[in-house]
């Protein structure tokens, strides 16, 4: 898929964009952070917020694996 089309522009804060060419998954940032523990859980948050698990705000203890 096009990384110009419409439908990718708002990628950062949707998991699931569908288009004429298919449909692309986004996954939160809490997927490559060393602190992600599962779904909801991370060491350095007992809980992750929920802005951050969907992409709408920047998690400021993230860390790249």
Same mark, same amino acid.
């Given at each position: ?19 004429? &060419?298919? !449909? ?15 779904? +909801? @859980?991370? &060491?350095? !948050? ?15 203890? +993230? @860390?790249? &694996?």
């Amino acid at each position: 898929m096009s990384q110009n089309t419409n439908e990718q522009i708002s990628t950062d804060k949707m998991r699931f964009i569908e288009s004429g &060419e298919g !449909l692309l998954v986004s996954f939160p940032r809490c997927v490559k952070c060393k602190f992600n523990k599962g779904n +909801f @859980e991370c &060491e350095a !948050l007992a809980r992750k917020p929920e802005e951050y698990m969907s992409n709408e705000e920047e998690c400021p203890m +993230f @860390e790249q &694996e």
